[in-house]
Nanobody
Framework: QVQLVESGGGSVQAGGSLRLSCAVSGYTTDAAFMAWFRQAPGKEREGVASIDRDGRASYKDSVKGRFTISTDSAKLTLFLQMNDLKPEDTAMYYC?????????????????WGQGTQVTVSS
């Protein structure tokens, strides 16, 4: 099966930027569809951005225009460029993948998950 390892989290002030990465290895057929989710303390995990095998992206409304999801040309690294960060973006961010998804920002669509990377935005 596929393995996913996130990196790039950290602490920034509001208005700052971070770039998250997710390294993909193993059975990469299970990474045809990929997404970033996040979970803040005391809240449910939510979909932030997704990208399909053809490069089509979807975003949660609150991050549109600020976050950009992409992959490298080999599709072995998933990125999330996060600009104009806000305190409400503070959360653990997770990379997820699967061979096929119907609704790309729904948790239950994905079988494979990374361990997460923490993003903290201070005001």
């Amino acid at each position: 099966q596929v393995q996913l390892v996130e990196s790039g989290g950290g602490s920034v002030q509001a208005g700052g930027s971070l770039r998250l990465s997710c390294a993909v290895s193993g059975y990469t057929t299970d990474a045809a569809f990929m997404a970033w989710f996040r979970q803040a303390p005391g809240k449910e995990r939510e979909g932030v951005a997704s990208i399909d095998r053809d490069g089509r992206a979807s975003y949660k409304d609150s991050v549109k225009g600020r976050f950009t999801i992409s992959t490298d040309s080999a599709k072995l690294t998933l990125f999330l460029q996060m600009n104009d960060l806000k305190p409400e973006d503070t959360a653990m961010y997770y990379c997820a993948s699967d061979r096929w998804v119907h609704d790309p920002l729904i948790i239950s669509e994905y079988r494979f998950w990374g361990q997460g990377t923490q993003v903290t935005v201070s005001s």
